[in-house]
Every structure is written in structure tokens, then in C-alpha cells.
């Protein structure tokens, strides 16, 4: 508010002054004699004068700390317990909003929580449970493949033993049959005065040549057992080898595509391995995905983080110790949100804003002491400082 102060500016406190007069030649009226050059002086006493300077100017008090009290929510005043001119501590309650429609709000988006809470975690749940199977389907399906990979090497094997006997059988065959046309030569060599020398080297070549060249010989020696248990013995150790050979041909035939299904086999692992990678890699991602992203209720929580600060502010409590100076609402009002509801200011210490006309502003500076007085105070008197001027352009 404004009010008109007479300011005293201190400018000093005492003054001694002292006048000097000089004596001239001359004559005067006085019975007095001169003699010439002579000075008199006059001397006036020490005294002490006032020299404060006082300016009337009109200026606003206002309090060194004041707090405007806004509203933060958009609600009815169901209690206001200040009055203007009330002093209030730190911590008072200074009016109560109706939280009533707060409440509800508070109520129904906790139970809105609570319910996504719940299904987010039956849903992780599931998504978990999901990766486990993937995890342990691959576990099975591997197995299954690794098991067709082992069969078939086992097949293979199998049948490639099979096929080795079978060559064993022939070279063992083919010595002993080697062994026999040889006995069977000596036989006949012992038996008959014919010259076998062109024919000695048939006894050393191998199985097919021996018998290619086995009807060159006369059969007249089959009568002696000997030589006929040694021919059937050729012939059996033939049928033999023939036997192998086919058998093992056979063998043979089998063993490309046994080699074929092992690496059939091993393909298929493969692709089982990779088929299976990915569902589980798909399934992590699911839950990791949902882990990491924000909560599905995050914004329900954030709205309700913020009822729940506006319930705190439906009762409006005093930040600082002071008195209530203006009050801008009344109870029953609904003002809106930021609206100011009262101005709460310390009046243990004050302070002045004065405007000082132009001839008088050279006159003060900053830190003098002043004593102002007022129609409102009479003649009690207020000490002061001057603690800030200010020289600006006004229009006034």
C-alpha cells in the first residue's frame, strides 16, 4: 500500500563554524583609535546546528519476506481456517479442498494396477513357460536327429564290416585256392612225364586266370582220390569266392546310400538345430521384450502418483510464519489451478519502496541512516538504512 513519509536523511550531525573579519585603514565613527596595520577580529562561539535534511516523498511498504499461497488443484474450499490479520506458524493448516472426487479416482486406478499387474505377470508367466518349451523341445528333437544320425553311421558300419568280411573271405579264399592249383600242379607234375614248364606260371596267377586256363588239363588223374579231393577243393574254394564277390558286390551296392542317409541324417540335425534356434531365440526375445519395455500400467501409475500429490495438496498448510495480509478466496469458492488464495508476509521486517523527486536525489545514498514517520504511526519514529538507490527515466 501506499503511504506519504517524511524521511530524515542524516547528513551530519554537528556544524562549528567560525567568522573572520579582517580590519581596513581608514577612519571610522568610533571613539576607537587605529594605529595602522592593526587587525581586529570579531569571534562568534562554537555552537552546534542540525543539518538533517528531510523529504517528504510516497512510497509502498511492503514485508522483506512475504509468500503468495496459489492453489494446485481445481477443487472446492470445504474449510478455510484464516482470516486476513491472522498470524499463522510454519506447518498451520490454512484451508481444506474437497478430495472426495480424488479418492474415487485414487481407488479405481489402484484396482486398474492392481488387475494389469496381475495379468502382466500371469503373461510373463506363460512367456517364460514358452521358452522353456522351446528349450526343451530342441532338447528332444536333437536328440531325435542325433539317434537317425547314429543309426544310419551304425547301418553303415554294419554293413560296411559285412563287406570287409566279405573281401577278407575272397583274399582268404583266393591264397587258399592259389595254395590248391599249386598242389594240384605238383600232383600232376609227379603223375605225368609232360612238360608243364610253359604251363608253370598258370599256378601263379590269380583266381581268374587259373581258371581261364583250368580246361587245358586232361581230367585222366581224376581217378586218384588225391587229385580228385584236391580238384573238388578247387572247385569248392571257386564257388566260394564267387559267393564272396557277389556278397560283397551287394554289400557295396548298400553302402552309397547308407552314406547318403548319414549325411541326410546330419542335414536334418542341422535344420532341426536351426528351426529350433530360432523358436527359442523368437520366445527369449518375447520375454525379454517384456521385461525391458515400460510396465503397461506405467501410465496408470503416473496418474496416480500425481492424485495422490493432489490430495496432499487439497489441504493447504503454511510454508512460512507470518500474517495473512490478503485473502482472495472465501469457503464454498472453487478456484482454479494456480489461483491465488492468500498472501502470507513477515512483519518483523519491513521494507519501503519510495519514489525521490529529482532536486532530492543527489541527497541520498546507499547505507545512510533515515527515521521516517507517518500519518499511520503519529509521531513514533522508525530507524532505517538506506539500502539500495536507484536512478531511472520516469514519465511521472
Not at 484464516?82 to 478430495?99: K, P, Q, S
Not at 592259389?178 to 614248364?197: K, L, T
Amino acid at each position: 500500500m501506499k503511504k506519504c513519509f517524511k524521511i530524515a536523511i542524516i547528513v551530519g550531525a554537528m556544524l562549528l563554524s567560525m567568522l573572520n573579519m579582517t580590519a581596513c585603514n581608514g577612519s571610522s565613527n568610533n571613539d576607537a583609535s587605529y594605529t595602522e596595520g592593526t587587525y581586529f577580529e570579531n569571534v562568534m562561539p562554537y555552537q552546534a546546528q542540525d543539518l538533517s535534511d528531510f523529504i517528504s516523498v510516497s512510497g509502498t511498504v511492503e514485508s522483506e519476506s512475504s509468500m503468495n499461497v496459489t492453489s494446485s488443484v481445481n477443487a472446492k474450499i470445504t474449510k478455510l481456517n484464516v482470516a486476513i490479520g491472522d498470524y499463522v506458524n510454519e506447518g498451520d493448516v490454512l484451508c481444506v479442498f474437497d478430495n472426495s472426487d480424488i479418492k474415487q479416482q485414487i481407488t479405481d486406478l489402484e484396482t486398474s494396477i492392481k488387475n494389469a499387474s496381475a495379468l502382466d505377470e500371469n503373461t510373463k508367466k506363460l512367456n517364460r513357460k514358452a521358452l522353456e518349451n522351446a528349450k526343451e523341445d530342441q532338447k528332444i528333437q536333437l536328440k531325435s536327429a542325433k539317434e537317425s544320425i547314429d543309426s544310419a553311421k551304425d547301418d553303415y558300419n554294419k554293413t560296411y564290416k559285412k563287406y570287409s568280411d566279405c573281401i577278407n573271405n575272397i583274399n582268404s579264399c583266393v591264397l587258399e585256392y592259389n595254395d590248391v592249383c599249386n598242389q594240384i600242379a605238383e600232383y600232376e607234375s609227379s603223375m605225368s612225364d609232360m612238360d608243364y614248364s610253359d604251363n608253370q606260371d598258370f599256378y601263379d596267377d590269380s583266381y581268374d586266370d587259373s581258371m581261364d586256363n583250368f580246361d587245358n588239363y586232361d581230367d585222366t588223374s581224376s581217378q586218384d582220390d588225391t587229385y580228385s579231393s584236391l580238384i573238388a577243393k578247387r572247385e569248392e574254394l571257386s564257388a566260394k569266392i564267387e559267393s564272396y564277390k557277389t556278397e560283397a558286390s551287394s554289400y557295396e551296392d548298400q553302402l552309397d546310400p547308407l552314406q547318403k542317409a548319414i549325411d541326410s541324417a546330419n542335414d536334418n540335425y542341422d535344420s532341426v538345430k536351426r528351426s529350433t534356434n530360432q523358436a527359442i531365440e523368437t520366445a527369449q526375445n518375447t520375454v525379454d521384450i517384456q521385461d525391458y519395455q515400460n510396465d503397461s500400467s506405467s501410465n496408470t501409475a503416473t496418474q496416480l502418483k500425481n492424485l495422490k500429490t493432489q490430495l496432499e495438496e487439497c489441504t493447504v498448510k503454511a510454508e512460512k510464519s507470518g500474517t495473512v495480509t490478503s485473502l482472495s478466496v472465501a469457503e464454498g469458492d472453487t478456484p482454479t489451478e494456480g489461483a491465488l488464495l492468500m498472501t502470507i508476509e513477515n512483519n518483523s521486517q519491513l521494507k519501503i519502496t519510495a519514489n525521490i523527486d529529482e532536486k532530492d536525489i543527489l541527497k541520498v545514498k546507499e547505507g545512510m541512516n533515515v527515521v521516517i514517520t507517518s500519518e499511520a504511526t503519529g509521531d513514533t519514529e522508525i530507524k532505517g538504512k538506506v539500502s539500495k538507490v536507484i536512478t531511472i527515466v520516469s514519465s511521472n
